[in-house]
């Protein structure tokens, strides 16, 4: 198997690791994360957001893990890799 060589690998791929990992690939840094379990974290157990956050263009109240899932997504976009 190749080496995986990353300039910074984030460990836990909740709402803060995910964030940091996006911000951190938009900045040019090759970047993964690294997630024992699901990715989301706790916010996943919750049924509605709100306020609603502030990257969702929508009124009505959010899921935690459809948020998650759009951190996820975004994460992907960016190229991030999940390890």
Known sequence: MAALHFELIVIGEGVAGLTAARHASHAGL???TLEAALFGGLITNINALDP???IDDGD???MGADLAAGLFEA????GVQHI
Do not use: H, L, N, Q
């Open 75 to 78: 994460c992907i976009e960016a």
């Open 52 to 54: 609603v956050p502030a």
């Open 30 to 32: 090759k970047t993964a």
């Open 60 to 62: 009505s109240p959010i």
